[in-house]
Nanobody, 125 residues
């Protein structure tokens, strides 16, 4: 069983930056691909970025490419999301997640079964 705890959210002005952290415990973190997702009010949850177990493969949703950077430190059991040039449309609750199977990063969100509690990011215009 993997436990995930996010931190680092907050209120920032447009153009500002935040770094989210997700600390993992209770499982073999180094075997899991990890992901960041977000859900804005009234919208469906969406992928933001995923990173493979060894950091060698990364995916970003088009809307954050060039602005967000996902990374991981396997020695610290932590995955990060650095967010630069934030926009009001980035306002959402951000979640980190781990999938059901080791070494995977499934496209089907239902296969991501370990979730943190979420951290609110609010970007003012």
């Amino acid at each position: 069983q993997v436990q995930l705890v996010e931190s680092g959210g907050g209120l920032v002005q447009a153009g500002g930056s935040l770094r989210l952290s997700c600390a993992a415990s209770g499982g073999t973190f180094t075997r899991y691909g990890m992901g960041w997702f977000r859900q804005a009010p009234g919208k469906e949850r969406e992928f933001v970025a995923t990173i493979s177990w060894n950091g060698g493969s990364i995916y970003y949703v088009d809307s954050v490419k060039g602005r967000f950077t996902i990374s991981r430190d396997n020695a610290k059991n932590t995955v990060y999301l650095r967010m630069n040039n934030l926009k009001p449309e980035d306002t959402a609750v951000y979640y980190c997640a781990a999938p059901k199977d080791f070494y995977s990063r499934p496209q089907n969100q239902n296969q991501w079964i370990y979730w943190g509690q979420g951290t609110q990011v609010t970007v003012s215009s």
